[in-house]
């Protein structure tokens, strides 16, 4: 009985220090290139002078900013103008490379379109 208890306090330690291993907050899968097009088309819905034509997820940073989790989804864009715009004829393909920041909330991914995206 006496090496029961020192027993089953070790084993109690144990148990907890292992369920505060496993018990983390697991991290969430990154936004996908389908949800960064999905904002670009948000983003230029009403603008109506660019098609796009390609969007390619080229890279991705996830980061802890203030206690949020955030994910910034690096991409290229082809998109074709279907106005004049300045010297550009409509028609005029152009690549252009940028970034969109995502943050995380109890439902998903934020992107800057004020969607939510759900994490998959």
Same mark, same amino acid.
């Given at each position: 009985? &006496?090496? =029961?208890?020192?027993?089953? *306090? $070790?084993?109690?330690?144990?148990?907890?220090?292992?369920? +505060?291993?496993?018990?983390?907050?697991?991290?969430?899968?990154?936004?996908?290139?389908?949800?960064?097009?999905?904002?670009?088309?948000?983003?230029? &819905?009403? =603008?109506?002078?660019?098609? *796009? $034509?390609?969007?390619?997820?080229?890279?991705?940073?996830? +980061?802890?900013?203030?206690?949020?989790?955030?994910?910034?989804?690096?991409?290229?864009?082809?998109?074709?103008?279907?106005?004049?715009?300045?010297?550009?004829?409509?028609?005029?393909?152009?690549?252009?490379?940028?970034?969109?920041?995502?943050?995380?909330?109890?439902?998903?991914?934020?992107?800057?379109?004020?969607?939510?995206?759900?994490?998959?």
């Amino acid at each position: 009985m &006496k090496r =029961l208890i020192p027993s089953l *306090l $070790l084993l109690a330690a144990f148990g907890l220090f292992a369920w +505060q291993l496993t018990a983390c907050k697991r991290t969430p899968a990154p936004p996908t290139a389908q949800d960064a097009i999905t904002v670009w088309k948000d983003i230029h &819905k009403n =603008l109506h002078t660019q098609d *796009l $034509l390609t969007l390619t997820k080229t890279n991705g940073q996830m +980061q802890r900013i203030d206690g949020n989790d955030v994910y910034t989804l690096y991409y290229e864009a082809k998109v074709k103008d279907i106005v004049q715009l300045g010297n550009r004829t409509p028609g005029t393909i152009e690549t252009y490379q940028s970034n969109y920041a995502f943050h995380w909330t109890e439902k998903g991914w934020m992107g800057p379109d004020n969607q939510v995206y759900p994490a998959q």
